[in-house]
């Protein structure tokens, strides 16, 4: 579909300097469009986020790199190809990161702690209403789980099976 875009480094304050809408957590405003005109509308078409971060475990001698800590993916289509358009809250999943795996798949992966991940998706032609929504921890709450519904495995085919070996006398 593309290249990956990188969205904006965004510093955050420890948990315990947050805002009064952080709940004990850290948060992460990040607000960014990504026009795809003309997707072909795949069930496993997704779009995979992976969250990076400097410092912490695994970081002490440079605590200014950035190490991918989490990913997860979103889902774009449903079983019907239709688009999955509304505002939805996902968990982050720990590492390595899978975009081969359908997001069902992805749902048995161990959570990454308490990090969840909240977007927007919205048709295009509905894209200019949508822009003047204000980003904002405050509006959490209108956001839901997608229903993801597992992809239906087809059946392994099934053979007929083999003839019965046939003995051949010869008359000699």
Same mark, same amino acid.
């Given at each position: ?32 469009? +990504?026009?795809? !005109? =003309? ?9 995979? &986020?992976?969250?990076?971060? @400097? ?51 992805? +749902?048995?992966? !161990? =959570? ?9 998706? &919205?048709?295009?032609?509905? @894209? ?45």
């Amino acid at each position: 579909m593309g290249e990956p875009t990188v969205l904006p480094t965004v510093y955050t304050e420890p948990a315990s300097r947050a805002n009064n809408f952080s709940y004990g957590f850290c948060n992460a405003l990040i607000g960014a469009k +990504q026009p795809v !005109p =003309k997707c072909p509308p795949e069930p496993d078409l997704g779009i995979v &986020v992976e969250l990076q971060a @400097a410092g912490g475990p695994a970081a002490e001698h440079d605590k200014h790199t950035l190490i991918t800590r989490a990913w997860t993916k979103i889902p774009l289509f449903d079983n019907t190809s239709r688009l999955i358009a509304g505002r939805f809250r996902i968990p982050m999943r720990n590492v390595p990161i899978k975009p081969f795996l359908h997001p069902s798949q992805v +749902q048995k992966i !161990p =959570k990454y702690g308490d990090s969840d991940l909240y977007y927007r998706i &919205v048709n295009m032609r509905d @894209a200019e209403i949508h822009s003047m929504a204000q980003i904002s921890a405050q509006n959490s709450n209108q956001y839901q789980t997608p229903q993801i519904i597992r992809t239906p495995v087809p059946p392994p085919p099934s053979y007929p099976p083999p003839p019965s070996p046939v003995s051949i006398k010869s008359g000699r």
